[in-house]
């Protein structure tokens, strides 16, 4: 069982991690299904494809949240954190087109599902 000591040890170590991840240039190491894996520094960020045949407004979403994800903020002023299921978290704004139920809505809208990596492809 972890202490608080130990949970606060982890959580600078992440952020120490995300901190030098920022400086570093992205490299596309690989693709899993519809996920690019781009690597900054220590950390790979998994972010979305944009296909060629994504409507105007998803393709947006996309890329505005590939963008979030890989310089830490967002234009809605969300931040990357480290945290959440799945060790790194993006606080977007209520509204933001980049967000999680945003994207499930305009997806939707095109009758489509989103796809999102579930928390326990994580779990050691
Ligand atoms: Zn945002």
Known sequence: ????HDRRRKAQRAA???AGAALDEPHL???L??????RKGRVVFAVPVIKDDF???LRAAYQRRRAAMLTGTCVCEGRLRPGGPY???MDHAAGCIA???SIAEITARHGGTTIMIPPSAFDD
């Open 29 to 31: 190491i690989g693709r």
């Open 99 to 101: 967000s999680d139920g």
């Open 87 to 89: 060790g790194l978290q």
């Open 55 to 57: 409507p105007p407004d």
């Open 1 to 4: 069982m972890s202490t608080a």
């Open 16 to 18: 120490a991690l995300l």
């Open 33 to 38: 299904g519809e996920w690019d894996l781009i």
